[in-house]
């Protein structure tokens, strides 16, 4: 790998991540409210004029708006994202708490509607035009259309009637104190997340496979007679994997910011469901850093699959 490619990556990385913080910070300034009355909500009102400028000192906000802004920037260089205005903790530990719950429900999603939409792709890519074909692409239709609110309510509804499960708002148990406890609390939320995750990479997959499988080096393995298991997995799904391995890593940092519904109906205190809050309560510290976190996510994520890339395919190598 070039280190002049990835010096380059990594740049045009920091640069979108500079260009998120102006534009979240601008946004949430255009929000109606400020901090005073996020803070205090109505009693902002019973508020005396100097008790109102002493507060504008007290959250910098009696500054300009540049100076607000290079500020902040100026304190999230030294690893300071604030205080949230409501609760009167730091955001790092409110970040520190939520990130790992919306990180393990997106990555155990991305992993099971991976490997159920290969799975897939490859058994109606590998038939095109018969019936497995045609039942596999109304599947994934299906998938597409069905939207995760919809899915997710109806899941909890069925779980209730029928096995009389019910989402856990107590405390959320990590993965490294009870697998069941844990699974229990992510394993349904994460096969709600995965259906449309599964519906487009079976997709992508099956194209893919149906183009590659017609190129002449696949009929030249074929002619040598090598088995066709070995064609499958080394020659056609290999060669397909690189709109396989772009559309799996923009998916799942999409999945990293959009678990926000999912995570309200099953009771997680994820990342998703700490920016709902934050944003109902204008708590502006939460918000601006967990977008930033967001988004540094899905920079990394498509930096990690720009090298995957390189790692697959070895002409890209030379690019």
Do not use: C
Request: proline content about 4%; overall charge neutral; aromatic content about 10%.
């Amino acid at each position: 790998m070039s280190w002049k490619w990835f010096g380059a990556r990594l740049g045009g990385a920091l640069v979108t991540l500079f260009g998120v913080t102006i534009v979240v910070f601008v946004v949430l300034r255009a929000i109606p409210g400020n901090a005073i009355t996020a803070s205090l909500g109505i009693e902002s009102g019973t508020l005396s004029a100097g008790q109102i400028e002493a507060l504008n000192h007290f959250y910098g906000i009696d500054q300009p708006w540049y100076s607000q802004f290079f500020s902040w920037l100026g304190e999230l260089f030294q690893g300071n994202l604030g205080v949230s205005l409501t609760s009167g903790n730091s955001v790092s530990s409110l970040i520190g708490a939520a990130l790992p719950v919306t990180i393990e429900l997106a990555v155990l999603a991305a992993l099971i509607g991976t490997a159920v939409g290969v799975l897939l792709g490859t058994l109606a890519g590998s038939g095109p035009g018969k019936a497995r074909d045609s039942v596999t692409q109304g599947v994934g239709l299906l998938g597409l259309a069905i939207p995760e609110f919809v899915l997710g309510t109806l899941t909890v509804a069925l779980l209730a009637d029928l096995f009389d499960y019910f989402p856990d708002t107590s405390t959320f148990v990590p993965l490294t104190e009870s697998f069941s406890g844990n699974m229990s609390q992510i394993l349904y939320p994460a096969l709600v997340l995965s259906v449309g995750f599964a519906a487009n990479v079976m997709r992508t997959t099956r194209s893919e496979y149906v183009e590659t499988a017609q190129a002449d080096f696949v009929r030249t393995a074929r002619g040598k007679g090598l088995y066709p298991r070995r064609i499958r997995t080394a020659h056609v799904l290999r060669n397909a994997s690189i709109p396989i391995l772009t559309l799996t890593g923009i998916q799942f940092g999409y999945l990293l910011g959009g678990t926000v519904i999912i995570e309200q109906i099953f009771a997680l205190p994820g990342l998703g469901r700490l920016l709902f809050t934050s944003i109902t309560d204008h708590d502006y510290p939460v918000v601006q850093s967990s977008v930033l976190i967001v988004a540094a996510a899905f920079v990394v994520v498509n930096l990690l699959v720009d090298i995957g890339y390189r790692i697959v395919d070895p002409r890209m190598r030379q690019i």
